[in-house]
């Protein structure tokens, strides 16, 4: 499983990268993994408001369908286009090719947002 320290995580498995006022955001290899094979993932539309906790959108597989979450609030700005022709992405690079929207956000809203840090992922992920 890799988990990476340059990123924030949920207890949901979505990662979340900030880069000035944009979230990047995905799930997490420990995620896809248990998920199995990707074949479908719902994006929102741009321009969608979103509310902490909201669910963007859903990912199908081999084995379940599942919500993704977004923990802060804001705007979306940019779906993965690329995952409508290759949901495997997900699979393959969920932490480079893989991610599933950019979101405009207030920095003080991520700041408040409950997320984990690398090692506190790793121990959640070892806890379920």
Partial sequence: MEVRGDLKYTEEH????????????GI?????DKLGDVVFVELPEVGTILEAGEAIG????VKAVSEIF???????????KQLEEEPD?????????????K??????DFADAELMND?????HCAAE
């Fill in 14 to 25: 979505e990662w979340l990268q900030l880069e000035g006022d944009k979230v990047t955001l």
């Fill in 58 to 61: 859903n990912i199908e597989s």
């Fill in 70 to 80: 977004c923990p802060v609030a804001g705007e979306v700005i940019e779906v993965n």
């Fill in 28 to 32: 997490t290899d420990f995620a896809q």
């Fill in 89 to 101: 992405l997900v699979n393959t690079s969920p932490y480079e090719d893989g991610w599933i929207v």
């Fill in 119 to 123: 090692e506190e992922y790793q121990n």
């Fill in 103 to 108: 979101i405009k956000v207030d920095r003080s």
